[in-house]
């Protein structure tokens, strides 16, 4: 499904939301290849209006075009360290993340299904931009938060990113499908207030 090096996932603008929606688009062709949606129940959203969301838990649900689910990853309620664990659409864990707890710009140290760490996509110091590296600090691939003008930035807290798989990993689907995964992970723990 995601086999090219590039796309975007753009947060819906809504006046109140409770929950999060993004598309996921190919830029080359500027289509939507795929939805995201938080899935979460009805007291959870309830909770969000009294209770900040970082602390709750989340599901969000990646689905094509036709609805099929592609990935999952679920976010454990969390104060001081989130861990996100990663699905495939038929349930099969993939992997799990969890974010550091003193770092600049944040974060998450990305560990596969036997507890053994893999990767890691941290941020700097502004924040925006974050990078996906390999156990031997190979940089695998990026996240890019994009300018969505004055009155958008200023106004909501609906978000663009790039997610750019690099040279090495080039045409790896996995390894896309895990930083739009991240991606999204972003968003939920460290960009959502």
Do not use: C
Not at 11 to 31: M, N
Not at 92 to 115: E, K, L, Q, T
């Amino acid at each position: 499904m995601f086999t090219k090096n590039t796309y975007l996932i753009r947060e819906h603008v809504s006046a109140l939301k409770l929950t999060d929606r993004y598309d996921i688009i190919d830029p080359e062709l500027g289509e939507v290849v795929a939805h995201a949606q938080e899935q979460i129940s009805g007291w959870l959203k309830f909770l969000r209006l009294v209770i900040n969301k970082n602390l709750l838990p989340t599901n969000i649900q990646v689905k094509d075009q036709n609805g099929a689910l592609l990935y999952y990853l679920k976010k454990s309620p969390s104060f001081l360290r989130a861990s996100v664990t990663m699905f495939t659409g038929d349930g099969r864990p993939i992997g799990y993340m969890r974010s550091r707890v003193m770092s600049i710009g944040g974060a998450f140290d990305i560990y596969s299904n036997d507890n053994r760490k893999v990767a890691e996509l941290s941020g700097n110091w502004t924040g925006w931009e974050f990078n996906f590296r390999d156990t031997n600090g190979n940089t695998i691939g990026t996240i890019s938060k994009k300018w969505g003008g004055i009155a958008k930035e200023l106004l909501t807290t609906a978000d663009t990113y790039a997610v750019q798989v690099g040279e090495k990993a080039a045409g790896n689907e996995q390894i896309t499908a895990l930083l739009i995964l991240g991606g999204l992970a972003v968003d939920a723990v460290y960009k959502e207030n």
